[in-house]
């Protein structure tokens, strides 16, 4: 059985625009992940830089402005951080997210039904519980799960 993981969901700003908000928050509860705290905020540019400084590229040729449009878009607009609790959290996350490019996620996750651009792509969720807590401390600035 897998173990109790606390970690973050972060509702981009374009799934914000787009009002689909309560729509991811009621499928992490359907998946058994259980709400933490939520927050809604602004990104400034060093924490969104803090937040992505560890982020994989999707392939080496990328590496050129990966990171600053992902920095960009998360400045752009309000985001939901949630932090969520749960048995395997990150693997319940990964495969409810799907690929981080919107066309070559599987239907029915939740970066096909509501991401535009592999950079616009609704929502992130942390990859590991190593990750989350990495994530939680930069978005909850000191929250301990």
């Known amino acids: 059985m897998a173990a109790e993981e606390t970690v973050l969901v972060l509702v981009k700003p374009d799934a914000v625009a787009d009002s689909n ?8 509860e359907e998946m058994g992940l259980d709400l933490v705290e939520m927050r809604v905020l602004s990104i400034p540019q060093e ?3 803090e937040f992505y400084k560890e982020a994989p590229l999707p392939k080496p040729e990328d590496s050129d402005g990966w990171v600053d449009a992902r920095v960009e878009h998360l400045m752009s607009g309000p985001s939901v951080a949630v932090i969520v609790r749960g048995r395997g959290a990150s693997s ?7 690929n981080e490019d919107p066309k070559a996620a599987r239907n029915g996750s ?7 651009t592999v950079v616009a792509n609704a929502v992130h969720g942390s990859a590991s519980a190593e990750a989350g ?3 939680i401390a930069i978005i909850f600035d000191g929250f301990e799960p």
């Open 92 to 98: 319940v996350l990964s495969a409810m997210l799907g």
């Open 133 to 135: 807590k990495r994530e």
């Open 21 to 28: 908000v309560g729509k991811i928050i009621s499928k992490l």
């Open 47 to 49: 924490l969104a830089e």
């Open 110 to 116: 939740l970066r096909k039904k509501f991401g535009k």
